[in-house]
């Protein structure tokens, strides 16, 4: 299979230099130099000089695709612009992808859309769900839930999801009601800079005075977050013995704002542990593993991890650890670490006298040892290996049937050829499962057979990722207009029934009491110049009425230009919509005429147009760019104030899809 690596967990913003992009790196590189069968290919709008080759051993069966995104991404965060998705659709049509691997489903910077990777299989790997189990501190607003769920529902639309523990896993299925049987568990692994390592008198020294550490110490590295309890393990430490604490400092170790350092010293005042605590902030990478061979004890007692890395770094630098009975930690730490629960300060103070008086640290770190066996990169990737070439085992199994939606307006299903449209919805359920949405108005007489589904309209957003494509038949009554929200938000197939949809627009803007000519004007903005629009308009409002220019004002641009591909029923049409440029697929087929004396469609004739529907649904919608892409991306790089170099990249980048 050919399977393309997503570089948000390595480069992405949100990522980059983390936890999730230092995971992100291990795997993949693992992933590549361990598979002798698969191919991959590293796909990267962030960084367009950057080479994942560089950091492997090996990587004949490694390629990387790069392209700008323009200065701070911008691209990549608004999803108003189509370039992206014209750049993915033709990355996986030119290489054949066969499977999309995506690294950091939550990064601010990843806006990718379900419905752009349809034709492949796809695959998110997933650290933990931990702002959504604690959505009272992570989410201030209904804003950036509702984005976080967008990220969960697109997840959700993955053939596989892997886990980095069985936690997670958990926490999927418990919380957000994900299928267990979807969800792979690949654990983490620890980083291979991370080991024992003797340390001269000199470099402690210069280490201890650097930091203003004067004693052997406990070691707690993790976050600026309160999840982390740092707040926790220093008031612990604080009830200690006073002889424990004379011997042992805790040094926290970890990058902190200005106002949790204000914080931390504080309550260390507080608490009487002056010249006992000490915060480090940042350290280097060299410092970092100085400090774990140092250390006495790692104390991690985290209120809640996906997998807790700073667990596994310990052990492999040979350090005992104290961690949290609760989440991926206790599955990590099994009996090779002092559990605790973390919400118990007496609990966490108990844990740490026990680990640095009576524990039997050599037998803790043995047990340790063979815990840290299993969180290697080889494992990591070959249990990644194996989920991702399962997807190609069940398709080999089981066909999967695709699903369509269709939007069927009322109105033709009252008139005297509406069988015949029902006659073509049960030939495509012969290729498809077919849910047919209607307006609220409609109830279903009919019975398609059980392949066919007809549903309020409704119900259409919950389940729109299912489809493998949406059908939009529009017309110009008023029976059409409850779909054009469904339109303008999620891109399908146009069914052109009539090539000029003026008197939609009348139906949407000036009939049944509304005179909205604003929005009218704007509406027919999109294909005539504002001057012939605002001359047309005032003439509507003097009173010259729809008349005669009716047939003179042909619109059709506020359905087309969100549509991913167009059927109309002439060539005259096809040739009209291919003249405008509108860089879209356009398909004739007839209109089904009753040519029998009995006035219904031959078989033979019903099949050849289902066939023909199909083989355009099918087909990949073509990617190029057309001028609403080039004045989008000019008129960002004139508000960026952009430079010379920045618009040769970008020009880079929509030469790309010529």
């Not at 323009?70 to 996986?92: A, E, S």
Request: net charge negative; aromatic share 12%.
């Amino acid at each position: 299979m050919k399977i393309a690596f997503d570089a948000t967990g390595i480069l992405g913003p949100g990522s980059k230099n983390r936890g999730i992009g230092n995971y992100s790196t291990g795997q993949f590189a693992a992933m590549v130099e361990q598979d002798e069968e698969n191919e991959y290919f590293f796909f990267n709008l962030f960084e367009e000089e950057f080479s994942f080759k560089e950091s492997i051993t090996e990587g004949k069966n490694l390629k990387e695709f790069s392209l700008y995104s323009g200065k701070d991404y911008f691209l990549l965060k608004d999803l108003g612009n189509d370039v992206v998705r014209k750049i993915i659709h033709k990355f996986i049509k030119e290489n054949r992808i066969d499977v999309f691997y995506f690294t950091s489903p939550f990064d601010g910077h990843m806006k990718y859309q379900a419905e752009w990777f349809k034709d492949v299989k796809t695959v998110v790997l997933v650290y933990d769900i931990i702002p959504y189990i604690f959505k009272e501190r992570y989410f201030p607003d209904k804003d950036t839930l509702d984005w976080y769920m967008g990220c969960v529902e697109f997840i959700r639309s993955a053939d596989r999801i892997q886990v980095i523990s069985q936690s997670v896993k958990d926490d999927l299925v418990q919380y957000l009601q994900f299928l267990p049987d979807k969800i792979d568990v690949i654990w983490g692994a620890v980083d291979k800079r991370y080991h024992k390592m003797e340390i001269s008198t000199e470099e402690k020294q210069k280490l201890f005075h650097k930091f203003g550490i004067k004693r052997s110490f406990i070691m707690c590295t993790g976050g600026d977050d309160e999840r982390k309890n740092i707040a926790g393990l220093i008031e612990a430490y604080s009830k200690m013995n006073q002889k424990i604490r004379e011997k042992y400092q805790l040094v926290i170790v970890c990058k902190l704002s200005s106002q949790a350092v204000e914080k931390y010293e504080k309550l260390r005042e507080d608490l009487g542990c002056e010249g006992q605590v000490v915060l480090t902030n940042f350290v280097t990478d060299e410092e970092l593993l100085q400090f774990y061979n140092l250390a006495a004890l790692m104390a991690f007692p985290s209120i809640y991890e996906g997998f807790g890395l700073p667990v596994v770094e310990a052990w492999a630098c040979g350090t005992p650890v104290l961690t949290s009975n609760n989440s991926s930690l206790v599955q990590i730490a099994g009996a090779g670490a002092v559990l605790v629960d973390p919400y118990s300060i007496e609990d966490i103070a108990r844990g740490l006298e026990f680990a640095l008086t009576e524990c039997d640290l050599d037998n803790l770190m043995e047990k340790a040892a063979e815990q840290l066996k299993q969180f290697q990169w080889e494992r990591v990737a070959q249990l990644s290996i194996d989920s991702i070439n399962s997807l190609n085992r069940s398709q080999k199994k089981e066909e999967r049937r695709k699903s369509l939606a269709l939007f069927f307006s009322l109105s033709p299903m009252q008139t005297e050829d509406s069988g015949e449209g029902m006659r073509l919805i049960s030939e495509l359920s012969k290729y498809y499962d077919v849910d047919v949405f209607m307006d609220d108005d409609y109830e279903p007489d009919v019975n398609l057979g059980d392949k066919v589904h007809i549903l309020n309209h409704n119900k259409y957003r919950r389940q729109s990722q299912k489809y493998f494509d949406t059908i939009y038949q529009i017309g110009n009554s008023d029976a059409y207009l409850y779909m054009l929200p469904y339109i303008w938000s999620y891109s399908g197939t146009v069914v052109l029934n009539q090539y000029n949809l003026y008197e939609l627009a009348v139906n949407l803007y000036l009939t049944q009491g509304r005179q909205d000519y604003s929005k009218f004007g704007k509406l027919l903005s999109r294909d005539y110049p504002q001057q012939a629009v605002d001359e047309y308009i005032s003439n509507l409002k003097s009173g010259g009425g729809y008349g005669h220019q009716v047939r003179h004002m042909v619109v059709n641009r506020f359905v087309i230009d969100y549509a991913r591909k167009i059927i109309v029923h002439s060539n005259e049409e096809k040739r009209k919509l291919l003249e405008k440029d509108i860089g879209r697929n356009v398909c004739y087929i007839p209109y089904m005429k009753a040519e029998a004396e009995d006035n219904l469609l031959t078989k033979e004739k019903l099949s050849t147009v289902a066939k023909r529907y199909v083989d355009f649904i099918e087909c990949q919608p073509s990617v190029h760019v057309d001028e609403d892409d080039i004045q989008y991306v000019s008129k960002t790089l004139a508000v960026l104030d952009a430079d010379e170099e920045e618009i040769d990249k970008m020009s880079d980048t929509l030469t790309y899809l010529m």
